[in-house]
């Protein structure tokens, strides 16, 4: 098992910051990519950004150029700079991990979600 903590989420007004973090702890699965996905009230959850033990990173197209991932499997940890915020970021962030490099789909393992609003 592999336990995640997240942490970083809360209230913030439109064009703010947050650096939402998770640390990964537990057996020893080998974790090979990180990555934060997000649930906004009735939508489906969908891939935020992730990042693999290479380092190449993943973004959605809604939050590229505002957001950053950085971190990975080497500490396992990761974090999500989230810059320029806006009301449609406002969702609960979910960390999760998995054993497989570049495969964002399917992750093992999910932390228990850290909710993110953002105000207009």
């Known amino acids: 098992q592999v336990q995640l903590v997240e942490s970083g989420g809360g209230l913030v007004q439109a064009g703010g910051s947050l650096r939402l973090s998770c640390a990964a702890s537990?057996?020893?699965?080998?974790?090979?990519?990180m990555g934060w996905y997000r649930q906004a009230p009735g939508k489906q959850r969908e891939l935020v950004a992730g990042?693999?033990?290479?380092?190449?990173?993943n973004y959605a197209d809604s939050v590229k150029g505002r957001f950053t991932i950085s971190g990975g499997s080497a500490k396992n940890t990761v974090y999500l700079q989230m810059n320029s915020l806006k009301p449609e970021d406002t969702a609960v962030y979910y960390c999760g991990v998995g054993g497989s490099r570049y495969d964002y789909d399917r992750f093992a393992y999910w932390g228990q979600g850290t909710q993110v609003t953002v105000s207009s």
């Open positions: 990042i693999s033990s290479d380092g190449t990173t």
């Open positions: 537990g057996s020893s699965f080998s974790i090979n990519a």
